[in-house]
């Protein structure tokens, strides 16, 4: 397995008051900008839990994507993937949202493969669930229900902002 | 409400441990915004001489649902290419100006293939950072 993060910030103080005007002129961002990202070169092929990152302040998850870099998974209620994007406080797990690759009647959506995005831009995030506390350990849970094709070396990238 | 950020940019970095016997692609993050890519490096848990016999390419690419360009390549050529030290970074090469502007949903992925020849030369544990910035 390996994994990585990312989305983090260079701090680059600006000098004197900063207002939005200097700091986009100094190629700023926005809290709402932040993200994280990591890589699981493991192909999934039972159901698997992901850490993605650390909650370093409090904040909120606002979007989740993944995209995998070879093969996917098709569309069955007979045989799918649920994928909860998770939050852990002292171990104990909530759920944020899920999606599955069940078929477009039960709410679900093919993973293309080929680094082609799978979000959960349509699904209705748990506000109490996403918001996060200074600890909070954000991830996946990946559940296999059948026997679905496996999920090869999967990137998840969650978008949060500190609070 | 979002707060403003004394930030130059923003990065995604990820690693992948998987050798590059024939060749690999890591998907560095899925884009939750549009911008462009600032810079990109790879760093190597291994030296990588450079060769004409035996080399790796390294690309950056940029997947916009299923369609693939190319923001950098480099390889590690002894003609037009630059060997790799151990845990220092290098740069995967100059930006396409086009393909470096992303999308949001955009995939950004690192394509390492090995081009064969007398040797046996292999590396893994690499670490991929690409530097990014919202519009």
Same mark, same amino acid.
């Given at each position: 397995m390996s994994l990585g993060g990312g989305g983090l910030s260079l701090m680059r103080p600006?000098?004197?008051?900063?207002?939005?005007?200097?700091?986009?002129?100094?190629?700023?961002? &926005?809290?709402?900008?932040?993200?994280?990202s990591a890589l699981d070169s493991r192909a999934y092929s039972a159901t698997t839990t992901m850490v993605l990152f650390v909650a370093e302040?409090?904040? &909120?998850?606002?979007?989740?994507? &993944?995209?995998?870099?070879?093969?996917?998974?098709?569309?069955?209620?007979?045989?799918?993937?649920?994928?909860?994007l998770t939050r852990w406080r002292a171990g104990v797990a909530t759920t944020i949202a899920t999606k599955t690759t069940r078929t477009t009647a039960s709410g679900g959506e093919a993973i293309a493969g080929g680094l082609q995005p799978?979000?959960?831009?349509?699904?209705?995030?748990?506000?109490?669930?996403?918001?996060?506390?200074?600890?909070?350990?954000v991830g996946f849970v990946?559940?296999?229900?059948?026997t679905p094709s496996n999920i090869n070396q999967p990137n998840f990238t969650v978008r949060f902002e500190p609070t | 409400m979002s707060r403003l950020l004394l930030a130059e940019e923003l990065f995604a970095s990820v690693m992948d441990h998987r050798q590059v016997s024939t060749g690999i692609v890591s998907a560095v993050c899925v884009m939750p915004w549009s911008g462009e890519i600032t810079s990109a490096w790879l760093v190597s848990q291994i030296a990588i001489a450079a060769s004409d016999a035996e080399y790796f390419t390294i690309a950056l690419e940029? =997947?916009?649902?299923?369609?693939?360009?190319?923001?950098?390549?480099?390889t590690t050529q002894a003609t037009g290419g630059a060997a790799i030290a151990a845990r220092v970074? =290098?740069?995967?090469?100059?930006?396409?100006?086009?393909?470096?502007?992303?999308?949001?949903?955009?995939?950004?992925?690192?394509?390492?293939?090995?081009?064969?020849?007398?040797?046996?030369?292999?590396?893994?544990?690499?670490?991929?950072?690409?530097?990014?910035?919202?519009?």
């Open positions: 600006l000098g004197g008051e900063a207002t939005p005007e200097s700091i986009a002129a100094a190629g700023g961002a &926005l809290t709402e900008d932040l993200f994280a302040a409090a904040g &909120l998850v606002t979007s989740a994507a &993944l995209a995998t870099s070879s093969g996917g998974v098709a569309q069955s209620d007979a045989s799918y993937w649920s994928i909860a799978w979000t959960f831009d349509a699904v209705v995030f748990d506000e109490a669930a996403a918001t996060l506390a200074e600890g909070d350990v990946a559940t296999r229900v059948g | 940029r =997947w916009r649902y299923g369609s693939q360009a190319v923001v950098a390549t480099r970074p =290098w740069s995967i090469g100059a930006l396409n100006a086009a393909n470096r502007v992303v999308q949001k949903d955009d995939v950004i992925a690192v394509r390492v293939t090995r081009t064969l020849g007398s040797t046996v030369a292999t590396f893994s544990a690499n670490a991929f950072t690409v530097g990014v910035r919202p519009d």
